[in-house]
Every structure is written in C-alpha cells, then in structure tokens.
C-alpha cells in the first residue's frame, strides 16, 4: 500500500528537521496554538500508537476510546495526551521514530479497504494511514516554520490534496452550513510540475496554484490570503474560509499573517 510508505517519507522528512536540535529547542513555542515542539511530537506519537493499535488490536482500542472520550470531550486531548507519552526532546524523537518505522511494513501489507476503528466513524486501512500522513505534515508546518526551514515537498502530498477533495462537504457540515451542489474546479500543480484536475468546471467556480497550498489551506496550517491560490466564484471563495481536512468540531483557519516561516 503506497500511502503507508508515503507515511513513512512524511515522517523522515521532519525527523531530519529535528535530528540533532539543541535540548532548548524543545520547548519554544510554534505559531500553532503555543504548541511547543515536544508538544508536536508527543501529540504525533500518541495517535499513531492509537492508530497501530486499531489495527493489530481492535478490541483493546476499543476499551482504551471508551475510557478516553469522555475525558476528551471534558478537557480535550493534550492532558491525556501528556500524561500516556512520558519521553521529553531527544528520547522523544526517538521513540516516535521507532514507532513510524516499526508500524510502516505491518500497513504497507493490508489490504486498503479493510476496515479499523477510530474515536468517529471507522475508516479504510488507507484512510487511517494518510491521516497519519496529513498530520503528520500538517503539525510538520509549524516545526519547519519555527526553524525557519523550507520543507522538502513531493508528490505524496496529492494523499492530502484527495484528502482536502473528499472532506469538500464535511468542511461545510461541520460548519453547519448547506453542502453546495458542486465541488469548485481545482487545476494543481504538483511539486513534480505536474497538473492535477479535481471537479468539473461550471465557468464559475475555480481554485488554481500549487497543490501544496491547496493541501495548506485544507490542513489550515495557512490561510488562503498568503498562498499562492487563485480563487473565482462564491462557493470556492467560502470553501477557502472553512475548509478543514481533519475530523473534530469546527475549526477557523489562522488569520491573514499568522502562520509564516520564521526568518
């Protein structure tokens, strides 16, 4: 299954940013939430266990979210999260290590379309996994931004552009607004150079530029007025102010300006 190793590539591609930080590094904060990067890390490394464990154990999953979701609905995640992953900065990043690289074979060999359990709806093998995947890079973008790093993009990212395609009306429903008849026309350009085309065109309706920033503004690690994304129509216009790629209840992407490269 290619999307478990495009997993693997996401994750090797922010170690490499975090291999060697100095031990204070650990601790400043990102432009996401005050997050700092053992935040990110810990975050990260608790729900791909959660993830691995759906798969190899659904039953013990199943107990752990049954004792979880009351307290996360209560008081959210980073508590709990906290208090389960113990290892801080370097041990950190080593334990997360050895997990992604343990469980990426085992994901590879699934069948896609098998089915997992998961703290909402269950999913397909190849759904849980490129979630994995896009949050990985998603909460990737405010380590690369801290450190005042570019990060190295590919083609793998299109699993988070389909991703962003597939939630066009969970972005509205989870917003309480009507899901419009149509999904805008999306003309993309891959970091290969090549040209994806999501949608049918209706003259109206129209998103075009990178598929990297479309992926951005789906995972609102960046609001669509600092992108390079070109947008005509009303629906693609309001599609771009609540678009979210991720499960959980409503989220607002940050304001024009607040998520940027440090420099």
Not at 17 to 22: A, I, N
Not at 50 to 74: K, T
Not at 90 to 100: F, I, S, V
Not at 168 to 185: D, I, L, N, T
């Amino acid at each position: 299954m290619q999307q478990a190793h495009d997993f693997l590539e996401e994750c090797e591609t922010l170690n490499a940013v975090l291999t060697g930080l100095e031990p204070g590094g650990w601790t400043r904060p990102t432009q996401f939430k005050g997050w700092t990067l053992n935040d990110v890390l810990v975050h990260l490394h608790f729900w791909n266990g959660m993830a691995d464990q759906s798969l190899q154990d659904p039953a013990g999953f199943q107990q752990n979210m049954a004792r979880m979701l009351p307290r996360m609905q209560a008081e959210g995640m980073r508590g709990m999260e906290n208090e389960a992953i113990a290892e801080r900065g370097e041990d950190l990043r080593r334990a997360w290590e050895n997990l992604y690289r343990n469980m990426t074979p085992r994901w590879a060999a699934q069948d896609p379309k098998a089915r997992v359990q998961w703290a909402g709806p269950d999913m397909s093998v190849r759904s849980s996994i490129t979630a994995r995947q896009m949050e990985t890079w998603a909460h990737g973008q405010e380590v690369f931004d801290l450190l005042g790093e570019t990060r190295p993009e590919s083609d793998r990212i299109k699993n988070i552009v389909v991703l962003g395609v597939n939630t066009f009306g969970w972005s509205y429903k989870v917003h309480g607004r009507a899901v419009p008849e149509q999904m805008p026309c999306l003309e993309l350009t891959a970091p290969s150079g090549a040209l994806w085309t999501f949608g049918e065109a209706d003259g109206v309706n129209r998103i075009a530029g990178s598929a990297v920033a479309f992926a951005q503004v789906m995972a609102q690690t960046r609001n669509v007025a600092d992108t390079d994304l070109r947008v005509t129509g009303l629906v693609a216009t309001e599609w771009m102010t609540i678009a979210q790629c991720f499960a959980g209840g409503p989220e607002t992407p940050p304001p024009p300006g607040a998520r940027h490269r440090v420099t």
